[in-house]
């Protein structure tokens, strides 16, 4: 008797299961993004109020405006970026970071950055400052596992057509590309950007 409601238990489990799977798909196979475009900017450090020293680095900042229908909320969403250059030896440099976006209300624009750290050009271009001509960038809009959006800037330089495919499983430098939380940009613009999950 005891085998027969756990069966039981463990059937109506696995329905359940099934229930919740399904319903999470439909929702994924309902939800649509579109990324308006992508953006590739300088800005320079902050200083803040009680900063004792003038702040004088600049960071490359690379933003996307994108936006969502299907769900008036959107509990969780992945913006994947893949960004390439050059360095001073004209060797491909690959960088790739994915922040995850939470509590994405329907109708309105969002936004979303990550940022290459000021050192950058110096240490692996040999330039004093960033070429943002010189910057590809390939942004994927993930959810529920499923890419529901992609967008390309632009070819540059001698990269090949759909370089971001050709480059997916190949080295990456890591560090270098960096989500706001992780930059003194952090506590800026707070309301313009979507908000960054907190682990």
């Known amino acids: 008797m005891k085998a027969v409601k756990l069966k039981r238990m463990l059937a109506c489990w ?14 994924a196979q309902k939800m649509a993004a579109a990324i308006k475009d992508v953006k590739i900017g300088t800005v320079k450090t ?3 109020k009680d900063s004792k020293e003038p702040n004088k680095n600049y960071w490359c900042r690379v ?13 969780e969403l992945d ?10 030896d004209g060797k491909l440099v690959v960088m790739r970071e994915t922040v995850t976006y ?17 050192t950058f050009p110096r240490k692996y271009q040999n330039r004093s400052q960033f070429d943002t001509n010189s910057i590809a960038v390939f942004v994927e809009l993930i959810y529920g596992g499923k890419r ?21 499983n190949g080295p990456t430098l890591k560090g270098q590309l960096l989500p ?5 940009f952090a506590p800026m613009d707070y309301d313009f950007f979507e908000h960054e999950k907190v682990n």
């Not at 933003?63 to 509990?75: E, P, Q």
């Open 79 to 88: 913006v994947k970026w893949t960004v390439a250059t050059f360095n001073a």
């Open 102 to 118: 939470e509590d994405i209300e329907d109708s309105r624009i969002h936004r979303a950055c990550v940022y290459i750290k000021p």
């Open 63 to 75: 933003l996307v405006n994108f936006s969502t229908s299907g769900a008036k909320w959107i509990n």
């Open 180 to 184: 706001k939380s992780k930059t003194p």
């Open 148 to 168: 529901i959006a992609a967008y390309e800037n632009g070819k540059v330089g001698k990269l090949p057509d759909k370089w971001y495919e050709k480059v997916q």
């Open 46 to 48: 902050p200083d803040y």
């Open 14 to 27: 696995i329905a359940l299961l099934f229930v919740m799977l399904a319903a999470q798909t439909a929702q």
